[in-house]
């Protein structure tokens, strides 16, 4: 580039120069135009015109204070001749850098606009998109090249073969006229630099609404009764579950869900409080069977069929007719209870059947049903009892309904 300084002093050096040529040789003026030269120097980019003294374009050059570089562009060359009158172009080498499909690279150029720039990457620079106008000056900022490049999108159930000089995969989504859905999902980071033979694939969204149903289970409060007999459970307040709908906004994406969204919730019925009275009252002791009647006949002993039937005070049967009465059945009913239930466990408290699982005194099936009238059902004959004749009540009216269908199908 030229230098004002330095210009200046070799102007007065020419002056002095000129002088001494005039005072020792006069008239010498032949010997004077050949040293004096004229010329044009084109300074990257820029005609300047230079009055000089020599014949090479190096001391053209060097008279008029241009500098020229080992990485410098200089034509013609600086040991070539320069007449009057001629040009001398000279391009200034500078470091410029170049991010080729998101590899970083710097190269020394001497050209003055971003194509001539781009004719240094050769080959890769043929058709590949460059972050600056071609026909722009160079300047300092990293020019951004993409290349031409095979890729792959597979959208929609379809496959686009294209080639692109696109530089980021939103860029070659953007060519193929993609457009992407809210929850949509993309292979490759949309950001990500493209690169040959690069395959995208997009999973689109699939959103819809759903209803769940939800129970509410109910609560339930125990009442100690003392007008219930001992273990005895009556409910007074059946229990009953609530219910809540709550609909939502579902995406999901390749079949798997990714959110979940609460649209609206709805509560249908409110649970109902169960109530369950427990009794508290002691069961009743039997009195102890009266003592059998002498008499010259047998037969006296066993007139009334309808006579009650003598139980052990305080045993499993004797519980069951306390309750047995109490629900307002006869001893008829009774009778036919000591048989089923005889049939059925022997009126042992820990009979189990190994083959069924059945269990208890009236043989529930499977034993932890009785749970509902105690929690003690596996020892209390008094809980078992409740719930037997619970059970036959809601299944066969009466004892002797259950045992009437026992003998007909050996099961109740």
Not at 222 to 239: H, M
Not at 327 to 341: A, E, H, I, N, T
């Amino acid at each position: 580039m030229l230098r004002p300084s330095r210009l200046g002093r070799a102007r007065v050096a020419r002056l002095g120069a000129q002088g001494v040529v005039l005072a020792l040789v006069a008239g010498g003026t032949t010997a004077f135009a050949v040293l004096h030269t004229s010329v044009t120097v084109d300074v990257d980019g820029t005609p300047v015109q230079v009055t000089a003294f020599g014949t090479t374009v190096g001391d053209v050059l060097d008279d008029a204070g241009i500098e020229a570089g080992p990485r410098d562009l200089v034509a013609p060359a600086l040991d070539a001749r320069v007449g009057d009158g001629g040009e001398i172009v000279v391009r200034h080498g500078r470091e410029v850098t170049f991010e080729v499909d998101g590899e970083q690279r710097t190269v020394w150029t001497t050209a003055l606009t971003v194509g001539e720039a781009m004719a240094d990457l050769g080959t890769r620079g043929d058709g590949a998109q460059v972050s600056a106008s071609r026909s722009a000056a160079l300047g300092r900022d990293v020019l951004r090249v993409s290349t031409r490049k095979a890729v792959q999108v597979t959208v929609d159930d379809r496959v686009v073969d294209s080639v692109t000089t696109a530089r980021t995969v939103r860029d070659v989504l953007q060519e193929a006229g993609v457009v992407l859905a809210e929850g949509d999902q993309v292979s490759v980071p949309l950001d990500d630099a493209v690169v040959d033979g690069l395959t995208v694939a997009v999973t689109r969204a699939v959103h819809a609404t759903t209803t769940v149903v939800e129970e509410l289970p109910f609560t339930e409060t125990v009442v100690q009764d003392p007008t219930l007999l001992e273990g005895r459970r009556v409910v007074q307040t059946q229990g009953r579950a609530g219910e809540r709908r709550t609909t939502y906004a579902v995406s999901t994406v390749g079949g798997v869900e990714v959110s979940r969204t609460v649209l609206a919730e709805v509560l249908v019925g409110e649970p109902v409080e169960q109530v369950v009275h427990v009794g508290t009252k002691p069961a009743p002791v039997a009195p102890p069977p009266a003592p059998a009647r002498s008499g010259s006949s047998g037969s006296a002993g066993s007139a009334g069929s309808s006579a009650p039937i003598s139980v052990d005070p305080g045993s499993a049967q004797a519980i069951a007719r306390d309750m047995l009465l109490a629900r307002g059945w006869g001893d008829d009913q009774f009778s036919c209870l000591v048989k089923l239930w005889k049939k059925e466990s022997g009126w042992r408290v820990d009979a189990a059947n190994p083959r069924s699982s059945a269990y208890g005194i009236p043989q529930a099936l499977p034993g932890s049903k009785m749970a509902s009238a105690g929690a003690d059902w596996r020892t209390n004959p008094a809980t078992q009892i409740t719930w037997g004749l619970g059970y036959i009540a809601g299944r066969y009216g009466t004892p002797c309904g259950a045992w009437s269908h026992s003998q007909a199908k050996h099961w109740y």
